[in-house]
């Protein structure tokens, strides 16, 4: 079936570090490929998205380019702040058939000031 | 416009009772998908309504089941709760069935069993 894998966290860096989290998927198709912060008690806000191959999603100086060959969906941000300490998901949807995500296991991200 | 309403925000139950969660979605959005999040499994997919039907269905038991109402409202229900029922309960509304039509997550419900 489909899946989505992330690297391992926790993930700790230092204020303005660049950042980059490892999103690799197996699906049928084409699908949609999203990633979803979730802030401590909080739910999941999406960050950004791609729906077909080589489309760049960004979002708060966020970046995620779709890359079909690979079946990759890394997230990349040049310079991060201690209010980008969250979990970030990794995350797919088909087109075709059931209209879920399928989410990666979530990267615990901290940053120290 | 006011987000996607989940309540009650926390709630504590003993094993073997059951338990209802309710989700308001958005004004507007007909579609409503529920999710399990636990340490060991991670996110999981529940279920969606949409205009009152119930359009998928993940690899869940028959206890969890849900319904929506004509106001696009729903329930998710857990009967004969179990200790690894214990999760966050996340519930996405959607313009129409889809998750990119416009799919927002509300704070969620964390159940814990006892």
């Known amino acids: 079936g489909d899946s989505v894998t992330q690297m391992e966290g926790p993930v700790t860096l230092s204020e303005e570090a660049c950042l980059t989290i490892?999103?690799?998927?197996?699906?049928?198709?084409?699908?949609?490929l999203f990633w979803y912060v979730q802030y401590p008690g909080e739910g999941l806000q999406l960050l950004l998205k791609?729906?077909?191959?080589?489309d760049k999603g960004s979002n708060k100086g966020f970046e995620a380019t779709y890359r079909k060959e690979t079946t990759s969906f890394h997230l990349e941000k040049g310079s991060v702040q201690v209010s980008d300490s969250a979990v970030y998901f990794c995350?797919?949807?088909?087109?075709?058939?059931?209209?879920?995500?399928?989410f990666g296991q979530g990267t615990r991200l901290t940053i120290n000031p | 416009k006011a987000g996607v309403t989940q309540t009650p925000r926390y709630l504590i139950k003993t094993r073997g009772q059951q338990v209802t969660l309710s989700c308001s979605p958005i004004?507007?959005?007909?579609?409503v998908s529920w999710y399990q999040q636990t340490p060991g499994q991670g996110l999981q997919f529940l279920f969606e309504?949409?205009?009152?039907?119930?359009?998928n269905k993940g690899n869940f038991p028959g206890r969890f089941s849900g319904r929506q109402f004509s106001n696009s409202r729903s329930e998710m229900n857990v009967s004969t709760l179990e200790l690894g029922d214990s999760a966050l309960y996340l519930c996405?509304?959607?313009?129409?069935?889809?998750?990119?039509?416009?799919?927002?997550f509300g704070s969620g419900t964390r159940l814990t069993v006892v």
């Open positions: 996405a509304s959607s313009l129409v069935s889809g998750v990119g039509n416009g799919y927002t």
């Open positions: 490892n999103c690799t998927y197996t699906a049928t198709g084409y699908p949609s």
């Open positions: 791609a729906t077909k191959a080589d």
């Open positions: 995350a797919l949807s088909k087109i075709q058939g059931a209209q879920k995500l399928v």
């Open positions: 004004s507007g959005h007909r579609s």
């Open positions: 309504y949409f205009s009152e039907t119930q359009r």
